[in-house]
């Protein structure tokens, strides 16, 4: 889709973003906070690793409560089910089995049977594959789609 726009990118590190910053470092985190809050649009890419990603769940919480566009590609879109399962579902521990390991209390993502956890680099699933939903949810807006 072409929309004939120009988009002006602003790279945003969001270990920055997160409530206790590196090194506490207040000067950079007001400064990312600044230039989230004034952002048109909220892009969380994909990667690997637990590095950055709660100032990437409080990203996402800032683009859904403003509300702003928020695009969750790979792990940004583990990153907004997280945010919102902890803060819209009201679930505080709510992780990725990615991130947090198979003995995490309150999974909403858990890995792929398929995959192997030692191997992460090109091991990622590409095309359709069925999604199976259980009976007597007939009503849910995601089986609609």
Not at 22 to 47: C, H, I, M, Y
Not at 59 to 74: F, I
Not at 115 to 124: F, R
Not at 132 to 137: A, L, P, T
Request: hydrophobic letters at 40%.
């Amino acid at each position: 889709m072409a929309w004939n726009r120009k988009l002006d990118i602003v790279w945003i590190n969001a270990e920055h973003l997160e409530s206790q910053p590196q090194n506490d470092n207040l000067v950079k985190f007001d400064e990312a906070w600044r230039e989230l809050g004034t952002a048109q649009g909220v892009l969380v890419p994909s990667g690997f690793g637990q590095r950055g990603t709660e100032g990437m769940i409080a990203a996402a919480k800032w683009a859904r409560m403003e509300p702003t566009p928020n695009l969750g590609v790979c792990l940004g879109m583990q990153i907004a089910v997280i945010e919102y399962t902890r803060d819209g579902c009201g679930i505080a521990a709510a992780c990725s089995e990615e991130l947090d390991g198979a003995g995490a209390e309150s999974k909403v993502i858990v890995k792929m049977p398929e995959i192997d956890p030692d191997n992460l680099g090109s091991t990622m699933r590409l095309g359709l594959k069925p999604t199976y939903f259980q009976i007597g949810r007939e009503w849910s807006r995601t089986r609609k789609l």
